[in-house]
């Protein structure tokens, strides 16, 4: 029963937020509404969402753009700029001048797949691109990704699939 609960509970803050991060839906060729997030990449929906300034900035500083744009499909756990306050100044430096370390933190975020959140919550952990495995833990309507609460789900992008994320993940 809570696995249904947590699945009902993630589809509906997806439907919510789908709206509140890629915008206001549009009417597609068909006359259906269409999520205008699910017309852009992984990176323009980032960019567009406004609460993703930092990450954008790394993945351009990691030279990850081009990959987060390409055809996927991918799942980003997505650290806002708030998650990224968190971190210390002295991390950050850090990270800033070692590209590799960069990267390896970034696609710690990613999976080389599309996971819903339905697909989520069935899981344990999921492989990142950095080749790491991230924990999932379900707790009643609460969604954790290697420690961070997932704050908004299935953002949809044209290659996959972003999760909002309050923490950003380090691996180790």
């Known amino acids: 029963m809570k696995m249904i609960r947590s699945i009902s509970t993630l589809t509906a803050l997806a439907a919510a937020s789908a709206v509140a991060v890629a915008g206001p839906a549009s009417a597609g060729p068909s006359g259906g509404a269409a999520s205008a997030g699910a017309k852009k990449d992984i990176v323009e929906t980032a960019v567009q969402a406004g609460q993703f300034n930092t990450l954008t900035s790394l993945l351009k500083k990691a030279g990850l753009v081009k990959t987060l744009k390409g055809k996927g499909p991918y799942t980003v756990f997505a ?5 990224f306050a968190k971190v210390p100044q002295a991390t950050l430096d850090e990270l800033g001048q070692d590209k590799a370390k960069l990267r390896s933190v970034l696609l ?23 080749g790491q495995r991230v924990g999932i833990r379900v707790r009643g309507e609460t969604v954790r990704i290697g420690g961070a609460r997932v704050t908004t789900a299935d953002v949809r992008a044209s290659n996959g699939v972003i999760h909002v994320i309050n923490k950003v993940l380090i691996p180790r």
Do not use: E, F
Request: proline letters at 4%; zero cysteines.
């Open 108 to 130: 710690y975020h990613v999976a080389g797949r599309k996971l819903t959140a339905a697909k989520i919550v069935k899981r344990r952990s999921v492989k990142t691109l950095n």
């Open 79 to 83: 650290p806002t700029d708030a998650a």
